[in-house]
C-alpha cells in the first residue's frame, strides 16, 4: 500500500487499534500491520510522533511502565478518544461511499465513453 494513503487516516487507525485495550508503541505498530493483512508496515518514525500528537491532544493517555527490564510508554484510549473515533469512523463511512460511488461502474452506462 502506497505510504501516501494512510495520510489523514493514520490517526484513526491508531485510536481504533487501541479500542480493544491499552498497547505500547510496537504493539501499536504490530497491531496496524496484522488487522491490515500487512498492508501497513509503518515506520516508527511515523507512529511514535502520532501517538504523541494524540496524546497532547487528549485522545489517548500515557504510562510508563517496565516490562522485562525495558521502559515502556503504554497507551491508553481516553473518552475524548472514543469519541474521536466514532467521528473518524463515521466520516471514512461518508469517505468511502462517495469513492466507491465514482470509482464503482454504473450498470447501463458507456464505460469510458460521452454519453
Not at 491490515?36 to 502520532?50: I, N
Not at 484510549?77 to 461518508?94: F, V
Request: glycine letters at 14%.
Amino acid at each position: 500500500m502506497k505510504p501516501d494513503a494512510v495520510r489523514g487516516h493514520l490517526d484513526g487507525l491508531i485510536l481504533a487499534v487501541l479500542e480493544d485495550g491499552p498497547r505500547h508503541g510496537y504493539s501499536i505498530i504490530e497491531a496496524l500491520q496484522t488487522r491490515s493483512g500487512g498492508a501497513l508496515e509503518l515506520p516508527t518514525g511515523t507512529v511514535y510522533p502520532a501517538l504523541r500528537r494524540l496524546e497532547r491532544a487528549a485522545l489517548l493517555s500515557g504510562a510508563w511502565s517496565t516490562v522485562g527490564g525495558r521502559e515502556r510508554r503504554t497507551y491508553t484510549l481516553t473518552r475524548a478518544g472514543r469519541h474521536a473515533l466514532a467521528g473518524q469512523r463515521a466520516e471514512w463511512n461518508e469517505f468511502s461511499a462517495v469513492v466507491d460511488a465514482v470509482l464503482r461502474p454504473a450498470a447501463g452506462r458507456p464505460a469510458g465513453g460521452i454519453s
